[in-house]
T-cell receptor, first 114, second 114 residues
Framework: GAGVSQSPSNKVTEKGKDVELRCDPI?????LYWYRQRLGQGLEFLIY????????KSGLPSDRFSAERTGESVSTLTIQRTQQEDSAVYLC????????????FGPGTRLLVL | AQSVSQHNHHVILSEAASLELGCNYS??????LFWYVQYPGQHLQLLLK??????LVKGIKGFEAEFIKSKFSFNLRKPSVQWSDTAEYFC????????????FGAGTRLAVHP
């Protein structure tokens, strides 16, 4: 079956603009995660969804970042008033459920804020 | 705060050399441990994982890792590397009760020369 997909694959935006990043998880996966990878650094956790609720938003770096999920499918990560330090690869992952489940990653969205 | 340390940021080897990549984590409780690999131009994918049981786990492509609880370590090994192992390798943990969010190390870039 299809893996995790993300769109767009690349996004260049100007400082101050809003961006929306989209993630389609693997069908049937109830858990969905967003991570960010800045240049030369490891991945950092942003937010997690179980179904359409987000019990852990602890990783969102500021109130400019928000995310939502429709049911157990698509999720969008929105960054308002983008800053240059938001430039990174944004990765989405999904897993079957909570607990000790393997996460499957999408290809990421490479965001560049000029 | 919990963290994962990967001591080698860049490793260069010749084909057939043995590989060991270090990974240590800082958390006193129960953890699940993972190694992910990202080949050039590809998604992040799971190499191997440890949840419980035999602390020596075998993954894909001849990789293995050993969980040493007393040392808080989960080093990745391969007896004989190939050019196709050139990739970036990430160690990660999930914490018991931590909603399954992955905490990643900074990654190790491995270059294997023919």
């Amino acid at each position: 079956g299809a893996g995790v997909s993300q769109s767009p694959s690349n996004k260049v935006t100007e400082k101050g603009k809003d961006v929306e990043l989209r993630c389609d998880p693997i069908s049937g996966h109830t858990a969905l995660y967003w991570y960010r990878q800045r240049l030369g650094q490891g991945l950092e956790f942003l937010i997690y969804f179980q179904g359409n609720s987000a019990p852990d938003k602890s990783g969102l770096p500021s109130d400019r970042f928000s995310a939502e999920r429709t049911g157990e499918s698509v999720s969008t990560l929105t960054i308002q008033r983008t800053q240059q330090e938001d430039s990174a690869v944004y990765l989405c992952a999904s897993s079957l459920a909570l607990g000790s489940e393997t996460q499957y990653f999408g290809p990421g969205t490479r965001l560049l804020v000029l | 705060a919990q963290s994962v340390s990967q001591h080698n940021h860049h490793v260069i080897l010749s084909e057939a050399a043995s590989l060991e990549l270090g990974c240590n984590y800082s958390y006193g409780g129960t953890v699940n441990l993972f190694w992910y690999v990202q080949y050039p131009g590809q998604h992040l994918q799971l190499l191997l994982k440890y949840f419980s049981g035999d602390p020596l786990v075998k993954g894909i492509k001849g990789f293995e890792a050993e969980f040493i609880k007393s040392k808080f370590s989960f080093n990745l090994r391969k007896p004989s590397v190939q050019w196709s192992d050139t990739a970036e390798y990430f160690c990660a943990v999930t914490l018991s009760g931590g909603y399954n969010k992955l905490i990643f190390g900074a990654g190790t870039r491995l270059a294997v020369h023919p």
